[in-house]
């Protein structure tokens, strides 16, 4: 059967003398670069080993190709691997970048056979070579058809037997094992017609040196009980254990793979299971969020019998070689390695700072700059080559140097080769976007997808960001591969201010965002003036989407705040600002920064209790019953001998001139508003706090969140820079809250809350960085050394605004709380803040007895 299925081949390659220059140039083309890939290879080999022989490099190219077919084969016999890989050394040489499609045809397709194959041959596919698997009874007539209409096609085509009693996915997995490209694109009897066109298009171009098998419907395998979750295409790349077909698959990964030794029974997921022992790869499912991708992918699965609940990302399957156990060099999260990928030369010295803090604090770097001619001169070459060893002027910092050539995917090999020289999987890629003049981007960019496909956190930063990123090098590892993990939202509260709103508009744009996508929320009250609904109309925003949302029924400044924004997930985060609010351009820094230390950082600086993150410096103590008082964090913790006055620390006071809420926090607050105002628990006139001013604020969401931080001792996290620098100030012009008054009073007031913003560096001076890192020991505190402040602005401590909250509870409700109980409560459930815990245990013992009481018959 080995020998069988190639049997019979047409080949076909008549070229007529008119029409035909668009394919000869397509295929020369492909020619071409499949050899200046391959001598490209061998002179990075030879630049690497410089002693190395000519002759010494082509033996060690074709061992490292036998390597990466083959792989290690640590759970199966060496009976079982000579049976799964017949004899792969003998096929012919892979021709780089090419693809071969294999199908079926079947005595019922025949009529659908011209359909897929103008689809293979079309403008926007990279298909280089045709094979078609069909059962031996039908061939005749498929050699006449394929002659009558496709004679003038410039391709390779050919016919490969269907052997008796092999079902589908067996037969072209045996062709496509047998394939001279680098590439096989295997499509099963349904086509691809089902696919959405722009993830048709995806898989028949060229697909950039991803060498993962890549498809849009697969899914996960359970390491117990051999239970497969469905996996459908989604808004972000995912991995998976198998795919089905229609997939691309790189050729080494199965030439000379025999797929009959494969069980016949869930074939696929069998065959993931195999190529993962075999190689240690998964597959990838890329990014797709076209509902008719997902809909056939759910009947496909449902076809298959798997488990279509959505927690297939939960269920994945180890790799079979690691039986439970990972290492840096199969576990991303679990290497201490990071790299560094800058554009030119010049941002090595902007960033230096960054990579000089983290090889200093232990972990591995390796530095790459992609376009080293960008600071000598610009190459013609048609291959690159790497300098490595080079040494930075700056703190001695080793770097290798890409001198890139006219061959873009050449240039992406060179970057894959860098990545592979390391022999451990990069925890950690960062890499400055953009500004490779001449360059291409788009193979550097496959080469990234490919390593954030297998689990490594690629940190992609455009490049005029980069002089403003000193602080990320007091994160730690963990908090880098977190990067993505939050989703910061910004929420606009504008009314009739129009040139407040302009000044705030400006200043978000001029902020820096580091290549993250955010979102805006413009929320326009009811009695928005021309001017200001003029300025919405306007505002272009390039880091994500603007949502506007215009009231018709005012609504008030409680109503519009506590709207505003509503999270969508446990990772979602509202920067809440009203319109005479300005923001520092480094105000996204201080929020992605101090999130990544205390959300998704080490486990002990993660507390449920921390509410959300202050832009804004307190300078006012306005809780305080007999008024407004001036505060200095500063003074204060130099009059309790704390050791660094410069700490940032937490208070109580919510903040609402700039600041982040939390997802979880902003929940519970609405569930308790909804309680609060309909009076059923606890009258509006009473009050909850005692001894503050805001219980005189009727018409302020801040009283009442105020009360839920009270009952529950939560703090927010606030800035405490040197001379009041902040990431946001208030105008505290005339709105809700500030009414008209004489100039010179306005004047003064409005200066007990304006504040200098943190501005980075221009170059001009001597002083360097953003600021950010003016902190003790240039790095956030832990979690313990923060120190408390209450709502008056006085020293405290966790465990005693807690209990201050617990035993407020018991008062107001007259009796022992659920939320006032340590062992009971439950986090961020604001009923627990009015339940009493006799009540639901009462209704825990009728529940019981009603159990008893049922009468339970057993039918023998």
């Known amino acids: 059967m080995k020998s069988k299925e190639l049997s019979l081949s047409i080949n076909i390659r008549q070229l007529h003398q008119n029409g035909r220059h668009k394919g000869r140039v397509k295929t020369w083309i492909l020619v071409v670069t499949a050899i200046l890939l391959a001598i490209g290879r061998l002179l990075l080999s030879t630049l690497r080993h410089p002693d190395v022989k000519q002759d010494e490099v082509s033996i060690v190219a074709v061992a490292d190709s036998g390597n990466v077919s083959l792989g290690a084969f640590p759970n199966m016999s060496p009976k079982l691997m000579d049976a799964m890989f017949l004899g792969a050394s003998d096929l012919p040489f892979l021709d780089s970048g090419s693809i071969t499609a294999v199908f079926p045809v079947t005595e019922n397709s025949l009529d659908e056979v011209h359909e897929i194959i103008e689809l293979l041959t079309s403008d926007e596919s990279s298909v280089s070579a045709i094979a078609i698997v069909c059962p031996e009874s039908i061939t005749p007539v498929l050699h006449a058809s394929l002659l009558g209409r496709h004679q003038d096609t410039f391709m390779d085509m050919s016919v490969a037997l269907w052997p008796e009693g092999l079902s589908e996915g067996p037969a072209l997995m045996n062709v496509a094992s047998s394939v001279s490209t680098e590439y096989a694109l295997v499509v099963d009897s349904a086509g691809l017609g089902h696919l959405h066109d722009d993830s048709r298009e995806h898989l028949l171009s060229h697909p950039l040196l991803l060498d993962l098998p890549t498809g849009f419907c697969g899914g996960n395998s359970t390491n117990v009980e051999r239970r497969l979750f469905c996996v459908v295409p989604s808004s972000g790349p995912q991995p998976v254990s198998f795919l089905f077909p229609p997939f691309i698959i790189p ?82 999260s679990q290497s201490s390695s990071l790299a560094i990928i800058l554009p030119i030369l010049s941002d090595l010295e902007a960033f230096a700072s960054v990579a000089c803090r983290l090889s200093e604090n232990g972990y591995t770097t390796h530095v790459l700059i992609l376009s080293h001619d960008q ?66 981007e788009l193979p550097f960019t496959a080469v990234l997808e490919r390593q954030s496909a297998i689990g490594i956190s690629v940190v992609q930063i455009p490049q005029v960001d980069l002089p403003y990123c000193d602080w990320l090098g007091s994160l730690s590892l963990q908090e880098l591969r977190n990067w993505h993990m939050p989703d910061v939202q910004i929420s606009v509260i504008t009314d009739n201010r129009p040139d407040s709103l302009d000044r705030l508009f400006k200043s978000l744009q001029n902020a820096h965002y580091f290549g993250d996508h955010v979102s805006v929320r413009i929320n326009v009250e009811q009695t928005a003036d021309l001017e200001t609904r003029r300025l919405v109309s306007a505002f272009e925003w390039n880091h994500g989407g603007v949502f506007v949302h215009h009231r018709v029924v005012h609504a008030g400044l409680l ?23 300005e923001v520092s351009p480094l105000f996204y820094a201080w929020i992605k920064m101090t999130l990544l230390r205390y ?10 209790a921390l509410f959300g993150i202050s832009l804004y410096q307190q300078k006012q103590i306005e809780l305080r019953p007999e008024g407004r008082r001036p505060f200095d964090a500063q003074t204060l913790f130099d009059t309790y001998g704390i050791l ?24 519970e607050f609405h569930a308790y508003l909804m309680v609060r105002l309909s009076e059923a628990w606890l009258p509006l006139r009473d009050f909850v706090v005692p001894h503050v001013r805001s219980n005189r604020w009727a018409k302020s969401w801040k009283r009442f969140f105020i009360e839920l931080v009270y009952l529950r001792g939560y703090v927010m996290l606030y800035p405490n820079y040197d001379d009041f620098v902040s990431l946001s100030t208030n105008h505290l012009e005339v709105g809700s ?97 009015f339940t009493c815990i006799a009540s639901v245990e009462e209704n825990e013992v009728e529940d019981d007895n009603e159990f008893d009481s049922v009468e339970i018959h057993y039918d023998i």
């Open 251 to 332: 050729s080494l990964l199965i030439r000379g793979f025999n797929a009959t030794v494969v069980s016949d029974t869930d074939f696929w997921p069998s065959l993931g299971n195999a190529l993962a022992q075999a190689t240690g790869t998964r597959a990838l499912i890329p990014e797709s969020d076209d509902d008719s991708n997902g809909d056939w992918c759910r009947s496909l699965c449902k076809k298959y019998n798997l488990i279509l609940d959505g927690s297939s990302r939960d269920q994945c399957t180890t790799p079979p070689d690691s039986e439970g156990t990972s290492d840096h060099r199969t576990d991303p």
């Open 375 to 440: 600071d000598h001169a610009s190459s013609e070459s048609s291959f690159p080559w790497l300098h490595d060893h080079l040494i930075s002027s700056i703190c001695n910092i080793s770097y290798s140097a890409l001198h890139t050539s006219s061959n873009d995917f050449a240039n992406a090999e060179a970057v894959k080769f860098w990545l592979d020289s390391a022999n451990e999987l990069m925890s950690v890629i960062l890499y400055g976007s953009g500004g490779l003049g001449h360059v291409s």
């Open 559 to 581: 109503t519009a705040v506590v709207e505003s924004w509503f999270p969508r997930s446990n990772h979602s985060y509202g920067v809440l600002l009203e319109d005479d609010v």
């Open 599 to 608: 959300r998704y950082g080490d486990f002990p600086n993660k507390r449920s």
């Open 644 to 667: 660094y006055r410069n700490t940032p620390y937490l208070s109580q006071i919510p903040c609402s001139w700039g600041a982040v809420y939390f997802p979880e926090h902003w929940r």
């Open 737 to 833: 809250h500030v009414k008209q008054q004489p100039r010179s009073i306005y004047e003064q007031k409005k200066s007990l809350f304006t504040l200098p913003l943190m501005v980075p560096s221009d170059g001009s001076d001597d002083s360097q960085g953003t600021g950010l890192l003016d902190l003790p020991e240039e790095t956030l505190p832990q979690w313990s050394d923060l120190p408390v402040l209450d709502f008056w602005g006085t020293v405290s401590g966790e465990t005693e605004v807690e209990t201050r909250g617990t035993e407020r509870q018991k008062k107001l409700v007259g009796c022992t709380t659920i939320g006032s109980l340590e062992e009971r409560r439950r986090p961020f459930e604001a009923e627990e803040l």
